[in-house]
Protein backbone atom coordinates (compact mmCIF):
# COMPACT_ATOMS: atom_id res chain seq x y z
CA UNK A 1 0.00 0.00 0.00
CA UNK A 2 1.11 3.45 -0.81
CA UNK A 3 0.27 6.43 1.25
CA UNK A 4 0.25 9.68 0.89
CA UNK A 5 1.29 11.57 4.18
CA UNK A 6 1.07 15.37 4.56
CA UNK A 7 0.48 18.23 7.09
CA UNK A 8 -0.57 21.64 6.06
CA UNK A 9 -1.47 23.99 9.27
CA UNK A 10 -2.47 27.69 10.01
CA UNK A 11 -4.76 28.94 11.95
CA UNK A 12 -5.19 32.53 9.88
CA UNK A 13 -6.55 36.24 12.13
CA UNK A 14 -7.67 37.84 9.06
CA UNK A 15 -7.62 40.86 11.66
CA UNK A 16 -3.52 40.18 12.47
CA UNK A 17 -0.77 42.47 10.73
CA UNK A 18 1.95 39.29 11.22
CA UNK A 19 2.47 38.49 7.36
CA UNK A 20 2.47 34.78 7.12
CA UNK A 21 4.89 34.26 4.10
CA UNK A 22 7.09 30.97 3.61
CA UNK A 23 9.71 31.65 6.03
CA UNK A 24 7.01 32.05 8.55
CA UNK A 25 6.55 28.07 8.26
CA UNK A 26 10.18 27.39 7.91
CA UNK A 27 10.40 29.76 11.11
CA UNK A 28 8.23 27.02 13.11
CA UNK A 29 9.69 24.33 10.71
CA UNK A 30 8.53 23.22 7.63
CA UNK A 31 9.94 19.81 6.11
CA UNK A 32 9.63 17.99 3.22
CA UNK A 33 10.47 14.38 1.50
CA UNK A 34 12.52 11.88 4.20
CA UNK A 35 12.71 15.22 6.28
CA UNK A 36 9.06 15.20 7.37
CA UNK A 37 9.33 11.10 8.86
CA UNK A 38 13.07 12.94 11.09
CA UNK A 39 10.59 15.16 12.39
CA UNK A 40 7.32 14.16 13.41
CA UNK A 41 8.21 10.28 13.75
CA UNK A 42 6.88 9.66 17.32
CA UNK A 43 5.81 12.56 18.51
CA UNK A 44 1.94 12.93 19.73
CA UNK A 45 0.69 14.70 16.62
CA UNK A 46 -1.56 13.14 14.21
CA UNK A 47 1.09 13.24 11.20
CA UNK A 48 2.96 11.22 13.97
CA UNK A 49 -0.24 8.67 14.24
CA UNK A 50 -0.36 8.45 10.22
CA UNK A 51 3.06 7.76 10.43
CA UNK A 52 2.71 4.78 13.20
CA UNK A 53 0.06 3.58 11.33
CA UNK A 54 1.66 3.28 7.77
CA UNK A 55 4.73 1.41 9.94
CA UNK A 56 1.94 -0.95 11.50
CA UNK A 57 0.89 -2.37 7.73
CA UNK A 58 3.92 -1.74 6.28
CA UNK A 59 2.70 0.74 3.80
CA UNK A 60 5.22 2.88 1.70
CA UNK A 61 5.27 6.19 2.87
CA UNK A 62 5.36 9.81 0.62
CA UNK A 63 5.88 13.00 2.53
CA UNK A 64 5.80 15.77 0.46
CA UNK A 65 5.52 18.12 2.88
CA UNK A 66 5.01 19.24 7.11
CA UNK A 67 4.21 22.70 6.85
CA UNK A 68 2.99 24.83 10.51
CA UNK A 69 3.28 28.33 11.15
CA UNK A 70 2.51 29.86 14.84
CA UNK A 71 -1.30 31.85 13.98
CA UNK A 72 -1.00 35.41 11.97
CA UNK A 73 -2.54 36.91 9.45
CA UNK A 74 -3.50 35.92 5.77
CA UNK A 75 -1.10 33.07 4.53
CA UNK A 76 0.94 34.63 1.23
CA UNK A 77 -0.45 32.98 -2.32
CA UNK A 78 3.07 31.86 -2.92
CA UNK A 79 3.54 29.56 0.55
CA UNK A 80 -0.25 28.38 0.41
CA UNK A 81 0.94 27.25 -3.51
CA UNK A 82 3.98 25.68 -2.32
CA UNK A 83 2.40 23.50 0.12
CA UNK A 84 -0.72 22.51 -1.82
CA UNK A 85 1.14 22.12 -4.99
CA UNK A 86 3.24 19.69 -2.96
CA UNK A 87 0.04 17.45 -1.87
CA UNK A 88 -1.66 17.30 -5.33
CA UNK A 89 1.63 16.41 -6.94
CA UNK A 90 2.53 13.73 -4.46
CA UNK A 91 -1.24 12.46 -5.03
CA UNK A 92 -1.17 12.56 -8.77
CA UNK A 93 2.31 10.05 -9.07
CA UNK A 94 -0.70 7.58 -7.32
CA UNK A 95 -1.45 6.09 -4.54
CA UNK A 96 -3.93 4.14 -2.38
CA UNK A 97 -4.77 6.61 -0.08
CA UNK A 98 -4.22 9.95 1.42
CA UNK A 99 -3.79 11.10 5.50
CA UNK A 100 -3.65 14.86 5.84
CA UNK A 101 -2.90 16.51 8.69
CA UNK A 102 -4.95 20.04 8.50
CA UNK A 103 -6.27 23.05 10.59
CA UNK A 104 -9.20 24.05 9.03
CA UNK A 105 -8.71 27.99 9.56
CA UNK A 106 -6.45 28.57 6.83
CA UNK A 107 -7.35 31.84 4.54
CA UNK A 108 -4.88 32.17 1.73
CA UNK A 109 -4.71 35.40 -0.44
CA UNK A 110 -5.78 33.20 -3.34
CA UNK A 111 -8.35 31.56 -1.34
CA UNK A 112 -10.66 32.10 1.88
CA UNK A 113 -11.12 27.98 2.31
CA UNK A 114 -7.63 27.10 2.61
CA UNK A 115 -8.16 23.04 3.39
CA UNK A 116 -11.34 23.15 0.92
CA UNK A 117 -9.25 24.20 -1.77
CA UNK A 118 -6.94 21.90 -1.49
CA UNK A 119 -8.57 18.31 -1.31
CA UNK A 120 -11.03 19.68 -4.13
CA UNK A 121 -7.74 20.01 -6.27
CA UNK A 122 -7.02 16.13 -5.04
CA UNK A 123 -10.42 14.72 -5.87
CA UNK A 124 -10.18 16.71 -9.06
CA UNK A 125 -7.02 14.33 -9.32
CA UNK A 126 -8.09 11.37 -7.57
CA UNK A 127 -11.56 11.07 -7.56
CA UNK A 128 -12.34 7.96 -5.96
CA UNK A 129 -9.15 7.91 -3.65
CA UNK A 130 -9.87 7.35 0.12
CA UNK A 131 -8.86 10.48 2.06
CA UNK A 132 -8.64 10.74 5.53
CA UNK A 133 -8.38 14.31 7.61
CA UNK A 134 -7.56 15.67 10.95
CA UNK A 135 -8.96 19.19 11.95
CA UNK A 136 -8.25 21.73 15.08
CA UNK A 137 -10.90 22.00 17.01
CA UNK A 138 -11.02 25.90 16.01
CA UNK A 139 -11.83 24.46 12.38
CA UNK A 140 -13.84 26.66 10.43
CA UNK A 141 -15.88 23.63 8.92
CA UNK A 142 -17.12 24.19 4.86
CA UNK A 143 -19.08 22.36 2.77
CA UNK A 144 -15.89 21.86 0.13
CA UNK A 145 -14.02 20.56 2.73
CA UNK A 146 -16.39 18.17 4.23
CA UNK A 147 -17.77 17.19 0.40
CA UNK A 148 -14.38 16.14 -0.92
CA UNK A 149 -12.36 13.58 1.49
CA UNK A 150 -13.34 10.28 3.17
CA UNK A 151 -13.07 11.03 6.96
CA UNK A 152 -12.80 14.16 8.58
CA UNK A 153 -12.63 14.40 12.49
CA UNK A 154 -11.69 17.14 14.65
CA UNK A 155 -9.89 17.62 18.38
CA UNK A 156 -11.78 17.11 21.30
CA UNK A 157 -9.49 18.70 23.51
CA UNK A 158 -8.33 22.44 24.13
CA UNK A 159 -6.10 22.58 24.83
CA UNK A 160 -5.17 20.29 22.15
CA UNK A 161 -3.68 17.02 23.63
CA UNK A 162 -5.95 14.56 22.01
CA UNK A 163 -4.40 15.47 18.58
CA UNK A 164 -2.05 11.64 18.12
CA UNK A 165 -5.15 9.85 19.48
CA UNK A 166 -8.42 11.33 17.04
CA UNK A 167 -5.26 11.02 14.11
CA UNK A 168 -5.09 7.24 15.46
CA UNK A 169 -8.83 7.32 15.39
CA UNK A 170 -9.41 8.71 11.89
CA UNK A 171 -6.67 6.98 10.15
CA UNK A 172 -7.83 3.83 11.56
CA UNK A 173 -11.22 4.35 10.08
CA UNK A 174 -9.98 4.56 6.12
CA UNK A 175 -7.81 1.60 6.65
CA UNK A 176 -10.95 -0.50 7.72
CA UNK A 177 -12.87 1.01 4.83
CA UNK A 178 -9.69 0.20 2.42
CA UNK A 179 -10.19 -3.53 3.84
CA UNK A 180 -14.10 -3.17 3.10
CA UNK A 181 -14.50 -3.47 7.08
CA UNK A 182 -17.00 -0.36 6.83
CA UNK A 183 -18.25 1.99 4.99
CA UNK A 184 -18.00 5.65 6.49
CA UNK A 185 -20.71 8.35 5.42
CA UNK A 186 -20.37 11.63 6.99
CA UNK A 187 -23.40 14.03 7.70
CA UNK A 188 -22.29 17.71 8.89
CA UNK A 189 -23.97 20.96 10.36
CA UNK A 190 -23.67 24.43 11.31
CA UNK A 191 -25.60 27.24 13.40
CA UNK A 192 -25.07 31.11 12.75
CA UNK A 193 -23.13 30.92 16.15
CA UNK A 194 -19.84 32.94 16.22
CA UNK A 195 -18.63 31.32 19.65
CA UNK A 196 -15.50 33.10 21.53
CA UNK A 197 -12.80 31.40 21.83
CA UNK A 198 -11.94 31.79 25.51
CA UNK A 199 -14.87 30.26 26.19
CA UNK A 200 -14.41 27.14 24.12
CA UNK A 201 -12.34 25.50 26.88
CA UNK A 202 -13.26 21.68 27.31
CA UNK A 203 -12.76 21.56 31.10
CA UNK A 204 -15.34 24.40 31.47
CA UNK A 205 -18.87 24.67 30.08
CA UNK A 206 -20.47 24.96 27.80
CA UNK A 207 -18.15 23.16 25.75
CA UNK A 208 -17.38 20.35 28.01
CA UNK A 209 -20.80 19.15 27.61
CA UNK A 210 -20.89 19.67 24.33
CA UNK A 211 -17.84 17.18 23.91
CA UNK A 212 -19.62 14.87 26.09
CA UNK A 213 -22.76 14.49 23.91
CA UNK A 214 -20.19 14.07 21.52
CA UNK A 215 -18.83 10.89 22.86
CA UNK A 216 -21.99 9.43 23.77
CA UNK A 217 -22.70 9.90 20.07
CA UNK A 218 -19.78 7.77 19.39
CA UNK A 219 -20.93 4.97 22.03
CA UNK A 220 -24.43 4.97 20.50
CA UNK A 221 -22.07 3.48 17.25
CA UNK A 222 -20.97 6.23 15.09
CA UNK A 223 -17.43 6.18 14.16
CA UNK A 224 -16.76 9.57 15.24
CA UNK A 225 -18.22 12.63 16.28
CA UNK A 226 -16.84 16.00 16.63
CA UNK A 227 -17.68 19.76 17.56
CA UNK A 228 -15.62 22.42 15.98
CA UNK A 229 -15.99 25.34 18.24
CA UNK A 230 -14.67 27.18 14.81
CA UNK A 231 -12.04 30.41 14.48
CA UNK A 232 -13.70 33.63 15.29
CA UNK A 233 -11.14 35.66 14.34
CA UNK A 234 -11.46 33.95 10.53
CA UNK A 235 -13.62 36.80 9.06
CA UNK A 236 -14.56 34.24 6.00
CA UNK A 237 -17.61 33.00 5.10
CA UNK A 238 -18.03 30.05 6.58
CA UNK A 239 -16.54 31.27 10.26
CA UNK A 240 -18.31 29.70 13.48
CA UNK A 241 -19.52 26.32 15.14
CA UNK A 242 -20.34 23.55 13.57
CA UNK A 243 -20.36 19.39 13.69
CA UNK A 244 -19.70 16.50 11.88
CA UNK A 245 -19.97 12.58 12.14
CA UNK A 246 -19.09 9.52 10.60
CA UNK A 247 -21.46 6.50 10.52
CA UNK A 248 -20.89 3.49 8.96
CA UNK A 249 -23.12 3.20 5.33
CA UNK A 250 -25.79 5.40 7.37
CA UNK A 251 -25.68 8.95 5.78
CA UNK A 252 -29.48 9.56 8.21
CA UNK A 253 -27.82 8.85 11.43
CA UNK A 254 -24.34 10.60 10.69
CA UNK A 255 -26.44 13.73 9.44
CA UNK A 256 -28.88 13.28 12.67
CA UNK A 257 -26.75 13.24 15.34
CA UNK A 258 -24.80 16.33 14.06
CA UNK A 259 -28.21 17.88 14.17
CA UNK A 260 -28.67 16.92 17.51
CA UNK A 261 -24.80 18.59 18.76
CA UNK A 262 -25.31 21.55 16.68
CA UNK A 263 -29.13 21.66 18.11
CA UNK A 264 -27.45 21.43 21.92
CA UNK A 265 -24.86 24.20 20.91
CA UNK A 266 -27.15 26.67 19.66
CA UNK A 267 -29.47 26.05 22.97
CA UNK A 268 -26.57 27.06 24.98
CA UNK A 269 -25.39 30.17 22.84
CA UNK A 270 -25.82 32.71 25.71
CA UNK A 271 -22.97 30.52 27.35
CA UNK A 272 -20.43 30.84 24.43
CA UNK A 273 -20.66 34.87 25.02
CA UNK A 274 -17.39 35.84 27.56
CA UNK A 275 -18.00 38.68 29.72
CA UNK A 276 -15.06 41.34 30.56
CA UNK A 277 -13.71 42.56 33.30
CA UNK A 278 -11.89 45.69 33.42
CA UNK A 279 -8.01 45.36 33.67
CA UNK A 280 -7.05 47.22 36.89
CA UNK A 281 -9.70 45.49 38.83
CA UNK A 282 -8.41 41.95 37.40
CA UNK A 283 -4.60 43.00 38.42
CA UNK A 284 -5.97 44.04 41.58
CA UNK A 285 -7.52 40.99 42.53
CA UNK A 286 -3.93 39.31 41.43
CA UNK A 287 -2.43 41.80 43.65
CA UNK A 288 -4.27 40.71 46.90
CA UNK A 289 -3.37 37.31 46.43
CA UNK A 290 -0.78 35.70 48.91
CA UNK A 291 0.70 32.52 47.34
CA UNK A 292 1.26 31.90 43.46
CA UNK A 293 1.63 31.39 41.13
CA UNK A 294 -1.17 33.52 40.20
CA UNK A 295 -1.76 33.21 36.06
CA UNK A 296 -1.94 36.83 34.37
CA UNK A 297 -3.71 35.78 31.09
CA UNK A 298 -2.66 38.61 28.17
CA UNK A 299 -5.73 36.47 26.09
CA UNK A 300 -6.19 39.55 23.86
CA UNK A 301 -2.53 39.64 22.75
CA UNK A 302 -2.58 36.10 22.16
CA UNK A 303 -0.24 34.70 19.32
CA UNK A 304 -1.51 31.74 19.74
CA UNK A 305 -4.86 33.34 17.97
CA UNK A 306 -2.44 35.61 15.81
CA UNK A 307 -1.84 38.46 18.30
CA UNK A 308 1.47 40.13 17.36
CA UNK A 309 3.12 39.22 20.73
CA UNK A 310 4.17 42.59 21.76
CA UNK A 311 1.15 44.72 23.33
CA UNK A 312 2.40 46.05 26.63
CA UNK A 313 -1.04 47.00 27.72
CA UNK A 314 -1.06 44.58 30.44
CA UNK A 315 2.33 44.40 31.18
CA UNK A 316 2.39 48.31 31.43
CA UNK A 317 -0.68 47.41 34.11
CA UNK A 318 0.78 45.30 36.34
CA UNK A 319 3.93 47.35 36.65
CA UNK A 320 1.85 50.41 37.81
CA UNK A 321 0.36 48.43 40.61
CA UNK A 322 3.68 47.14 41.68
CA UNK A 323 3.19 43.45 41.29
CA UNK A 324 6.23 41.79 42.02
CA UNK A 325 7.91 38.39 41.33
CA UNK A 326 6.69 38.58 37.69
CA UNK A 327 7.78 36.00 35.09
CA UNK A 328 6.70 37.21 31.66
CA UNK A 329 6.52 34.84 28.74
CA UNK A 330 6.37 35.78 26.08
CA UNK A 331 7.26 39.40 24.65
CA UNK A 332 8.20 39.43 20.72
CA UNK A 333 10.69 42.02 19.81
CA UNK A 334 13.76 40.72 18.14
CA UNK A 335 15.71 44.25 18.11
CA UNK A 336 15.71 44.15 21.94
CA UNK A 337 17.14 40.43 21.67
CA UNK A 338 19.71 42.33 19.24
CA UNK A 339 20.40 45.12 22.02
CA UNK A 340 20.97 43.02 25.37
CA UNK A 341 23.36 40.27 22.98
CA UNK A 342 25.28 42.97 22.43
CA UNK A 343 25.34 44.54 25.55
CA UNK A 344 25.61 40.57 27.01
CA UNK A 345 24.91 38.55 30.43
CA UNK A 346 25.18 40.48 33.13
CA UNK A 347 24.86 44.04 31.94
CA UNK A 348 22.67 46.61 32.58
CA UNK A 349 20.53 47.72 29.62
CA UNK A 350 17.28 50.26 29.10
CA UNK A 351 15.02 49.55 26.70
CA UNK A 352 11.65 50.38 24.89
CA UNK A 353 10.42 47.27 24.99
CA UNK A 354 7.78 45.40 22.62
CA UNK A 355 5.16 48.05 20.77
CA UNK A 356 6.60 47.39 17.56
CA UNK A 357 3.86 46.61 15.82
CA UNK A 358 0.52 48.99 14.35
CA UNK A 359 -2.71 46.62 14.19
CA UNK A 360 -4.15 49.41 12.08
CA UNK A 361 -7.45 46.57 11.68
CA UNK A 362 -8.48 47.54 15.20
CA UNK A 363 -7.09 51.42 15.39
CA UNK A 364 -4.06 50.85 17.51
CA UNK A 365 -0.58 51.67 17.40
CA UNK A 366 2.50 49.95 18.56
CA UNK A 367 3.76 51.86 22.01
CA UNK A 368 6.94 50.34 23.78
CA UNK A 369 7.60 50.61 27.20
CA UNK A 370 10.91 51.95 28.57
CA UNK A 371 12.48 49.67 31.13
CA UNK A 372 15.06 49.16 32.67
CA UNK A 373 17.03 45.99 33.70
CA UNK A 374 19.83 42.90 33.59
CA UNK A 375 20.16 40.80 30.93
CA UNK A 376 19.74 37.63 32.94
CA UNK A 377 20.16 35.12 30.00
CA UNK A 378 21.02 34.87 26.62
CA UNK A 379 19.75 31.56 24.61
CA UNK A 380 19.25 30.55 20.95
CA UNK A 381 15.37 29.86 21.71
CA UNK A 382 15.35 25.95 20.60
CA UNK A 383 14.13 23.65 22.84
CA UNK A 384 11.98 20.17 22.74
CA UNK A 385 8.16 20.40 24.42
CA UNK A 386 7.76 17.63 27.00
CA UNK A 387 3.96 18.75 28.17
CA UNK A 388 1.25 16.82 26.90
CA UNK A 389 0.89 19.35 23.73
CA UNK A 390 2.71 19.43 20.88
CA UNK A 391 4.98 16.27 22.83
CA UNK A 392 7.94 15.35 21.35
CA UNK A 393 8.28 18.84 18.74
CA UNK A 394 10.95 20.76 18.66
CA UNK A 395 10.56 24.38 19.60
CA UNK A 396 12.40 27.36 17.93
CA UNK A 397 11.63 30.75 19.73
CA UNK A 398 14.49 32.60 17.78
CA UNK A 399 17.49 34.13 19.43
CA UNK A 400 16.17 35.16 22.99
CA UNK A 401 17.01 36.98 26.30
CA UNK A 402 15.35 37.86 29.68
CA UNK A 403 15.09 40.75 31.07
CA UNK A 404 15.29 41.04 34.82
CA UNK A 405 13.98 43.92 36.05
CA UNK A 406 14.08 43.14 39.76
CA UNK A 407 10.22 42.63 39.97
CA UNK A 408 9.75 41.30 36.31
CA UNK A 409 11.79 38.66 34.12
CA UNK A 410 10.64 39.17 30.97
CA UNK A 411 11.09 36.17 28.22
CA UNK A 412 11.98 38.27 25.05
CA UNK A 413 11.64 36.26 21.96
CA UNK A 414 12.74 36.79 18.05
CA UNK A 415 10.12 34.18 16.52
CA UNK A 416 6.15 34.29 17.99
CA UNK A 417 5.38 31.46 19.73
CA UNK A 418 2.84 30.86 22.27
CA UNK A 419 3.82 29.34 26.38
CA UNK A 420 1.70 26.72 26.12
CA UNK A 421 4.80 24.37 27.75
CA UNK A 422 6.97 24.97 30.82
CA UNK A 423 9.96 24.44 28.51
CA UNK A 424 9.28 28.72 27.57
CA UNK A 425 10.80 29.16 30.97
CA UNK A 426 12.80 26.58 32.73
CA UNK A 427 14.76 26.78 28.72
CA UNK A 428 16.24 30.17 29.79
CA UNK A 429 16.30 29.38 33.75
CA UNK A 430 13.19 30.35 35.00
CA UNK A 431 11.31 27.73 37.38
CA UNK A 432 7.31 28.80 36.64
CA UNK A 433 6.63 26.87 39.65
CA UNK A 434 8.62 29.35 42.23
CA UNK A 435 7.04 32.65 40.98
CA UNK A 436 4.27 34.49 42.50
CA UNK A 437 3.13 35.47 39.39
CA UNK A 438 3.44 34.15 35.55
CA UNK A 439 2.25 36.83 32.94
CA UNK A 440 1.25 34.55 29.67
CA UNK A 441 0.31 35.91 26.53
CA UNK A 442 -1.70 32.82 25.52
CA UNK A 443 -6.25 32.16 26.03
CA UNK A 444 -6.98 28.62 27.15
CA UNK A 445 -3.61 26.56 25.57
CA UNK A 446 -1.50 28.04 28.81
CA UNK A 447 -3.86 25.09 30.59
CA UNK A 448 -1.53 22.16 29.02
CA UNK A 449 1.75 23.05 30.62
CA UNK A 450 0.67 25.43 33.30
CA UNK A 451 -3.20 24.42 34.26
CA UNK A 452 -1.48 21.98 37.46
CA UNK A 453 0.31 24.77 38.55
CA UNK A 454 -2.11 27.63 39.19
CA UNK A 455 -3.12 28.17 42.69
CA UNK A 456 -5.40 31.41 40.46
CA UNK A 457 -6.11 32.36 37.21
CA UNK A 458 -6.98 35.65 35.97
CA UNK A 459 -8.11 36.19 33.09
CA UNK A 460 -6.63 40.03 32.35
CA UNK A 461 -8.61 42.07 29.10
CA UNK A 462 -5.89 44.07 27.45
CA UNK A 463 -5.60 44.83 23.98
CA UNK A 464 -4.52 43.35 20.36
CA UNK A 465 -5.82 41.59 17.65
CA UNK A 466 -7.05 38.74 19.64
CA UNK A 467 -9.39 40.92 21.53
CA UNK A 468 -12.48 39.10 22.83
CA UNK A 469 -14.59 42.60 22.19
CA UNK A 470 -16.51 42.00 18.83
CA UNK A 471 -17.26 45.49 18.68
CA UNK A 472 -13.18 45.81 17.86
CA UNK A 473 -13.31 44.08 14.67
CA UNK A 474 -14.83 44.75 11.65
CA UNK A 475 -16.48 41.66 9.88
CA UNK A 476 -16.63 41.92 5.99
CA UNK A 477 -17.29 38.33 4.54
CA UNK A 478 -18.83 36.43 7.14
CA UNK A 479 -22.17 35.08 6.76
CA UNK A 480 -24.78 37.49 8.24
CA UNK A 481 -26.92 37.56 10.23
CA UNK A 482 -25.16 35.47 13.13
CA UNK A 483 -24.85 35.73 16.81
CA UNK A 484 -23.69 37.28 18.98
CA UNK A 485 -23.13 39.96 16.42
CA UNK A 486 -26.99 39.99 15.15
CA UNK A 487 -28.76 38.87 17.83
CA UNK A 488 -30.99 35.69 17.07
CA UNK A 489 -33.61 33.97 18.80
CA UNK A 490 -34.62 30.66 16.96
Not at 76 to 100: H, K, P, T
Not at 130 to 151: E, F, G, K, S
Not at 230 to 254: K, Q, R, T, V, Y
Amino acid sequence: MRLVIAMMKHETNTFSPVRTDWQRFLDWGAYVGPEVQRAYQGTAMPIGAYLRLAREIGAEVVTPVAAEAMPSGTVAGEAYALMSDAIVAAVRQGCDAALLDLHGAMVAETTPDGEGSLLERIRAVAPELPIAVTCDLHANLTDRMAQNCTALIGYKTYPHVDMHEVGDQVGRILLRAIKGEIRPVMGWARRPLLAQTLRMGTDDEPMRGLIAEARAEERRGLLAATVFGGFPLADMADAGMSAICIADGDPDAAQAAAERLMAAAWERREDFLYHPEALDEAVARAKAMTEGPVLLLDHADNVGSGGTQDVMTVLREVLRQGLEDVAVAAVWDPAAVRQMAAAGVGTSVTLRLGGKTDMPSIGLAGEPLTLTGRVRTLSDGEWIVRGPMYTGVKVSMGPTAVLDTGALQIVIVSRHHEPWDQGVFTSVGIDPRTKRYLLLKSRIHYRAGFGALARATITCDGEGVTTSDNRRLRFERLHRPIFPLDRLNA
